[in-house]
């Protein structure tokens, strides 16, 4: 079974460029995340969606950071216009939903952004 | 709030050598307790998991963890590291409130000397 697909694996821009990341989950979780980490970081969730229901998006830089998750399966995470700080590993992530207890997360390889 | 503290951010073995990696957390309930790897370049990998039961849980790679309550804490062990186990060590705590919320620690770059 195919686990938690993210590209690009690298992307380099300068500042004040837009960037895109996309993610692909496992098949058949509903629920996806993603995360920022920065170096020498742990990750920190940005959002989470539920099918394609964003219900925790509290910690997302709405003015410049947004994402979607159409058709409840596919994710992309945007940032416009990018700065030096928005340089990280973004990390996609994957659970089933529901149930009564704890759905382990799976996570994808990430994308390195790097912003110049 | 439920957050997570990894004291050693590195820490060098040498091969054949027993590690432990500690970690500390703080949560308002029963927590639910992961440990993951990650190599360079690679996404996160989860060594083990508590949630309830036998504190002294078993993992991937010859990896274990024991959960003290009365410690907070949740410390990875392995009796005899391998070259390959260089990597960086990431704690994390969890629950069902808050929608399978994770939170990571800063986590433990371990080094191991050949």
């Known amino acids: ?29 509903n629920t996806l995340y993603w995360y920022r980490q920065n170096l020498g970081q742990g990750p920190e969730l940005l959002i989470r969606y539920e099918n394609e ?14 994402a979607e998750r159409l058709k409840g399966v596919d994710s992309t995470l945007k940032i416009q216009p990018a700065e ?25 390889p990430g994308t390195r952004l790097t912003v110049l | 709030a439920q957050s997570v503290t990894q004291p050693d951010i590195h820490i060098t ?17 029963t927590p639910y307790l992961f440990w993951y790897v ?33 410690q907070s804490s949740f410390n990875l062990r392995k009796p005899s590291v391998h070259w390959s186990d260089a990597a960086e060590y990431f704690c994390a705590v969890g629950g069902t409130g808050g929608g399978n919320k994770l939170t990571f620690g800063t986590g433990t770059q371990l080094k191991v000397e050949l």
């Open chain 1, 53 to 66: 229901e964003a219900v925790d998006d509290s910690q997302l830089p709405k003015d410049r950071f947004s």
């Open chain 2, 13 to 29: 073995v040498s091969e054949g050598a027993s590690l432990e990696l500690r970690c500390n957390y703080s949560y308002g309930a």
């Open chain 2, 38 to 70: 990650q190599s360079p370049g690679q996404g996160l990998q989860l060594l083990l998991k508590y949630f309830s039961g036998d504190t002294l849980v078993q993992g991937i790679k010859g990896f274990e963890a024991e959960f003290k309550r009365s």
């Open chain 1, 1 to 29: 079974e195919a686990g938690v697909v993210q590209s690009p694996r690298y992307k380099i821009i300068e500042k004040k460029q837009p960037v895109a990341f996309w993610c692909n989950p496992i098949s058949g979780h």
């Open chain 1, 84 to 108: 030096l700080g928005d340089s990280a590993v973004y990390l996609c992530a994957s659970s089933l939903a529901g149930g009564l207890g704890y759905n382990e997360q799976f996570f994808g």
